[in-house]
């Protein structure tokens, strides 16, 4: 054997030596990573809710903005006399059982969508606000034919840092006075 031989059988070797060595050192790397990401403990299952007539759950970010518990309290109302909740893109409505009434007139609904450019007023062709702290109350109409919506629901409104809340609350479950205090639990 030359000289030349064994010089290319130890190049040979350390290259081989160093991918061995390289694949060993990635395998010590990523496999305990591996082991440590199935040794996590599962995502907490998804929250359950009262559905009504089907629907989905209603988002978390948007309970957020008007959690079940402040309506209840807000406007008397108890698990008792709670249908479920309908959910659905950026808008959650819990329904409640009225005594007479039907079951579409019976709610109270939450709209949070996110939007780039928050005006700092509700600017609505059919109503005028009135402040109430940092959320603004519907009125009155401002003409015959919103008249009647405003009989039937009270609206507020609250803007905030790249979204709004806007709650839609059937006077049947939340007469005005209540909608009062519904008011101040919006976030």
């Not at 008007?66 to 008397?76: D, R």
């Not at 909740?85 to 819990?94: A, L, Q």
């Not at 450019?117 to 109350?137: A, H, R, T, Y």
């Not at 409104?157 to 709650?167: A, D, L, N, R």
């Amino acid at each position: 054997m030359g000289c030349d031989t064994v010089a290319r059988m130890k190049t040979s070797k350390i290259i081989l030596g160093g991918l061995v060595g390289a694949s060993l050192g990635f395998a010590a790397a990523v496999v305990p990573g591996r082991v440590a990401r199935a040794d996590k403990p599962a995502a907490a299952p998804a929250p359950t809710c009262k559905s009504h007539n089907g629907k989905p759950c209603c988002d978390p970010a948007v309970t957020a903005h008007l959690p079940l518990p402040a309506v209840f309290s807000a406007c008397g109302k108890t698990d008792a006399t709670y249908l479920g909740e309908e959910g659905s893109k950026e808008t959650c409505k819990y329904v409640f059982k009225i005594e007479g009434q039907k079951e579409d007139e019976t709610f109270v609904q939450v709209y949070a969508p996110a939007q780039k450019d928050v005006p700092s007023e509700p600017n609505d062709p059919f109503f005028s606000w009135k402040k109430l702290g940092k959320v603004f109350m519907a009125d009155k109409a401002k003409s015959p034919k919103a008249a009647p919506m405003i009989a039937n629901a009270t609206g507020l409104w609250m803007p905030g840092k790249g979204f709004f809340v806007s709650v839609n609350a059937s006077t049947k479950v939340c007469a005005k006075p209540q909608a009062k205090k519904l008011a101040s639990s919006i976030k």
